[in-house]
């Protein structure tokens, strides 16, 4: 390290000498990468420092093309340095899988110290003082800064600039499977970006946007974890306070992005506090209303908030909450569908089968492409125990079963090849003693639901129609035959609620299957032809349960009704304290994704009910729940993981928790396979849910002073309640919409035709205040879907808000009434219901 220092000190003397100094830092990184002391002895000795003033040396040194080439090897060196004592392992130091182990080694010490001392920052305002990135070298500094971060992210021009002297937009490219190898080096990253020029910046934080996306979950959950969030709302926060300009927009679609899933409650607060908290603030404190009566006045406040800071603030915060994923589930299948069959497609997954001792074993070799769960024992071992033979089994799937599962098509797939078939494992049962199995899959080819086993034909269920990118709900049940002596039993296929398909199949015959698989097939049927090559296509897995007894057709709609996000219905929670209005909206506006007549699609589940919920009606006065417990087998879903340490694969990603591990039939926990799988968001609306629900939000709505910056709150308030039940909930049954359409009684100067499109789109599934160009047009009114009643009672149809004075104001009022009920709306009938039991008449 003195001979580092030293080498610093003769960067500006003549006779420098690069081979000396790049070998020196060669040196510390051979051995900081073979010796840990070697690691905390860099940060002790001052090497971050002596980094910091190499880089210093070199002050304008790319001004000069002959040296401009040994500076950028000399730039390579620092950062190989950097990489190889403080980001040269996984540094995610909050994720708890990799926690424990990390928390006291020298890399953790080494990047604390690094941020924490503002290294960070120097180095990169010594870096672009060289002028690198002016230089026709500046996309090849850029790859040597993201390779900090991965291997495979690259550039896809190798430099060239044009004559502004700034490389051209959009040169970055990704490859398909990008991972990132150490999370904490983007914050150093996003100091480097800061002091770009504007068009590289904006390139540079586009590539961690991308890699930060919603698709790809694992990165965006280690990105989440080193704290990136709060680094942008401390060290970058100008950017998101002051008005529009450059890098803005970047910013705010890197925090929408971990909005959507992985926003902790820390990072929730801090971006809060950033964003909102000047609006709030009145003479240094925070100014809330105080509601004594629903007839008194409220205080009135003068807000010290411009209208464009206001608008500029709100815009950024309501971009950020409107995306945002609601349920968790697992990613299971193939993402590509590059090979040609199943048998290629997992040449990494080797299928060992010991055909002397009839065991099929599942040997995996380290792969981030396929994706399953497997559920090691479909007996537990308290099953076992209590069992009084040895060997017996007390679960006989040959005496009834019900399979229940919530699954989504991604629509944006690759197309197969012409010779791969792809299909979506949505269960398989097996035994490892014996070669029996049975297996539901569904040929997204064929649009059929098919079911294999060992000891019948494959059995086809009539086409049905999946929606992409819609949330479907599928329930198998099996039931025996009850004639003596008959050969067939019945599988019933149930879709959204609605019965399709029953199929007559031989019997399950002893012995009973103890082994399940989804996401891909078992060993022996995978390893064996099923006629044609087929490849395990991507898939999203919601919850799932399977019960040792048949449900019914009513019991169907009625899982169908209570939606994914209702996973513990049946299983933990009480399903007697939940009410059915924002059961009942939530429902709707999930059927109006799939279908587009709700009417017909009630009338088909004997539902026609439904039209005239009201607030406080239960669900079990109108739907009682007959689902034993103690008849659950097994029940999972994305937020039932359990991290582990102690792994048997290298591919084994974590555990899903038996939530019915209490029956006394349950199996064992189920084991994940793959990168990625498990997604369990904790998006802004989950935050605003636990903070307190959609109420805490009311004080930005009360410090509104024109009608865009109402808007833009009633707006924001929108995008947290819209299709999250827990939140809708709050916002209906404690009296959420009317105090809501109290605080707008004390707005009245700012009521403008802008104020009633936000307040209709409250109550109506179809019409986005946003995308409303002013005239109702027939293409529009047509998806329109009366969903809300509360809110259309307590807002939209409340005279007390708007009052029949403004004539403007009463037209656009009953254009939109109108509207609902227009020849033209496919969902006139169902909302003409609606409006008679709103009182409208």
């Not at 080819?445 to 709900?473: G, M, N």
């Not at 103890?514 to 898939?539: D, E, M, R, T």
């Not at 439904?610 to 009682?624: Q, W």
Request: charged letters at 20%.
């Amino acid at each position: 390290f003195q001979l580092l220092r030293e080498f610093a000190e003769l960067g500006a003397k003549e006779g420098w000498s690069v081979e000396r100094q790049i070998e020196g830092m060669n040196i510390i990184c051979v051995a900081a990468e073979s010796n840990e002391v070697a690691k905390d002895s860099f940060r002790d000795s001052g090497g971050f420092e002596t980094l910091v003033k190499v880089m210093d040396e070199l002050a304008g040194a790319f001004s000069n093309v002959d040296i401009g080439n040994r500076c950028l090897r000399v730039l390579e060196a620092v950062l190989m340095v950097i990489k190889s004592t403080t980001f040269s392992v996984f540094t995610s130091t909050q994720d708890s899988r990799s926690s424990a182990a990390f928390v006291n080694t020298p890399e953790k010490a080494n990047i604390d110290y690094f941020y924490r001392s503002k290294t960070s920052e120097k180095l990169a305002k010594s870096i672009v003082g060289t002028g690198v990135f002016s230089s026709p070298s500046a996309v090849a500094a850029l790859k040597m800064a993201f390779s900090l971060v991965s291997g495979n992210i690259f550039l896809a021009g190798d430099g060239g600039i044009n004559g502004a002297g700034l490389p051209p937009s959009s040169l970055w490219s990704l490859d398909e499977l990008v991972t990132i190898d150490s999370p904490a080096a983007v914050l150093f990253l996003l100091s480097l970006s800061s002091h770009l020029p504007p068009v590289l910046a904006a390139d540079a934080l586009d590539v961690i946007a991308r890699v930060s996306a919603p698709g790809s979950f694992g990165n965006a959950e280690r990105l989440a974890s080193c704290g990136l969030v709060q680094s942008i709302t401390k060290d970058f926060g100008r950017f998101l306070e002051d008005g529009p300009g450059p890098l803005q927009m970047q910013f705010v679609n890197i925090l929408r992005n971990f909005a959507s899933y992985f926003m902790s409650q820390s990072d929730f607060l801090a971006l809060l506090r950033c964003v909102v908290s000047p609006i709030l603030m009145n003479g240094g404190k925070v100014a809330l209303p105080v509601i004594t009566s629903f007839s008194a006045p409220l205080q009135k406040i003068s807000m010290n908030v411009k209208e464009d800071e206001f608008c500029s603030r709100l815009e950024k915060i309501t971009t950020i909450a409107e995306m945002g994923e609601r349920l968790a589930f697992c990613r299971l299948g193939d993402e590509s569908f590059s090979q040609s069959s199943l048998s290629v497609s997992m040449k990494k997954i080797t299928y060992e089968l010991r055909r002397d001792h009839r065991v099929c074993e599942m040997a995996l070799y380290t792969t981030k492409v396929l994706r399953f769960i497997e559920i090691p024992s479909l007996l537990s071992e308290k099953t076992r125990s209590t069992t009084s033979t040895p060997g017996q089994v007390v679960w006989n799937p040959g005496l009834g079963f019900t399979y229940s599962a919530w699954i989504m098509i991604p629509s944006q797939l690759e197309s197969p090849q012409s010779d791969c078939r792809p299909v979506l494992s949505i269960l398989d049962l097996c035994s490892t003693s014996t070669t029996d199995f049975l297996n539901f899959h569904y040929d997204c080819a064929d649009s059929q639901l098919r079911v294999r086993s060992s000891t019948s034909k494959v059995v086809y269920f009539s086409p049905l129609c999946l929606v992409p990118d819609c949330w479907h709900h599928l329930m198998l049940s099996y039931a025996p035959t009850k004639v003596m002596f008959s050969k067939t039993a019945s599988l019933s296929l149930y879709i959204d609620g609605i019965y399709h398909d029953d199929q007559k199949l031989e019997p399950i015959i002893q012995p009973a299957p103890n082994k399940g698989y989804v996401g891909c097939p078992n060993p022996v049927l995978a390893a064996s032809s099923w006629g044609v090559s087929i490849h395990c296509a991507q898939f999203y897995l919601g919850p799932i349960f399977m019960s040792s007894r048949n449900l019914s057709s009513r019991e169907a709609m009625l899982l169908f009704m209570l939606g994914p996000e209702f996973f513990g219905s049946f299983v933990a929670e009480n399903i007697n304290n939940f009410f059915l209005s924002p059961i009942v909206t939530a429902f709707l506006i999930r059927l109006h994704g799939s279908t587009e007549d709700i009417h017909g699609a009630l009338d088909q589940r004997n539902l026609k009910v439904l039209e005239e919920i009201h607030s406080h009606d239960k669900v079990f006065s109108k739907f009682p729940v007959s689902v034993p417990l103690e008849s659950l087998i097994f029940s999972f879903h994305g937020r039932s993981n359990i991290v582990h340490c102690n792994k048997t694969s290298n591919n084994e990603s974590g555990i899903l928790h038996n939530i019915s591990s209490y029956s006394a039939i349950s199996s064992s926990n189920a084991t994940v396979f793959g990168a990625g799988v498990i997604v369990s968001p904790f998006s802004f609306a989950d935050n605003i849910s636990r903070l307190g629900g959609p109420r805490v939000l009311f004080p930005i709505i009360y410090a509104a002073q024109s009608p865009s910056t109402l808007a833009l709150a009633l707006r924001l308030l929108r995008a947290v309640v819209w299709e999250h039940s827990w939140n809708l909930q709050a916002m209906q049954l404690n009296e959420g919409f009317r105090i809501l359409g109290l605080l707008l009684r004390h707005k009245k100067n700012f009521l403008t035709s802008e104020i009633m499109h936000e307040c209709f789109a409250f109550a109506v599934d179809g019409f986005n205040p946003s995308k409303f160009s002013g005239s109702l047009s027939k293409r529009l009114i047509s998806k329109w879907l009366f969903a809300d009643i509360d809110a259309m009672k307590y807002l939209f149809m409340n005279h007390q808000i708007w009052g029949t004075r403004d004539e403007e104001l009463l037209l656009v009022q009953l254009s939109f009434l109108n509207g609902l009920v227009d020849k033209e709306c496919v969902n006139r009938k169902f909302n003409s219901q609606r409006l008679y039991h709103c009182g409208l008449t």
